[in-house]
């Protein structure tokens, strides 16, 4: 069995491919050179990401945790946890009102149940 993730936003495109839950295809094109995290997408062909927040962290190109961005929760335009706090903080109060300010869930949606979720719960320190 084989199976695909895909996003195509501005103008980018990423592609996952996955076979027997080993990786056998990372695709990344934009019309410049994407930001991406090389060695976490070379050790993912040796060691594939063993949950959902690590594959989608992967289709963005970077890591899921460890960084400034905390968990990617927007894999089609690499938003972060941390920069969504923040918006929220900042005012925004709706999946929409994230989306214009960060483009989070205005390509896919697969991402608006867990915006909903954070507009929702408060951040822990």
Same mark, same amino acid.
């Given at each position: 069995?084989?199976?695909?993730?895909?996003?195509?936003?501005?103008?980018?495109?990423? #592609?996952? @491919?996955?076979?027997?839950?080993?990786?056998?295809?990372?695709?990344?094109?934009?019309?410049?050179?994407?930001?991406? %995290?090389?060695?976490?997408?070379?050790?993912?062909?040796?060691?594939?990401?063993? %949950?959902?927040?690590?594959?989608?962290?992967?289709? @963005?190109? =970077?890591?899921?945790? $460890?960084? %400034?961005?905390?968990?990617?929760?927007?894999?089609?335009?690499?938003? $972060?946890?941390?920069?969504? *706090? *923040?918006?929220?903080?900042?005012?925004? %109060?709706?999946?929409?009102?994230?989306?214009?300010?960060?483009?989070?869930?205005?390509? =896919?949606?697969? =991402?608006?149940?867990? #915006?909903?979720?954070?507009?929702?719960?408060? @951040?822990?320190?």
């Amino acid at each position: 069995m084989q199976l695909q993730q895909a996003t195509g936003a501005a103008g980018e495109y990423r #592609l996952l @491919a996955w076979r027997e839950g080993e990786l056998q295809l990372a695709f990344y094109a934009a019309p410049r050179l994407p930001t991406l %995290d090389q060695g976490l997408i070379s050790a993912a062909f040796c060691a594939p990401p063993a %949950d959902a927040a690590g594959r989608f962290a992967l289709l @963005a190109g =970077c890591s899921a945790q $460890g960084n %400034d961005a905390g968990r990617i929760i927007c894999s089609c335009f690499g938003v $972060g946890e941390t920069a969504i *706090r *923040r918006a929220i903080e900042e005012g925004c %109060d709706s999946p929409a009102a994230l989306g214009a300010a960060l483009k989070c869930g205005t390509n =896919c949606g697969s =991402c608006i149940p867990e #915006l909903k979720q954070l507009l929702l719960t408060p @951040a822990t320190a």
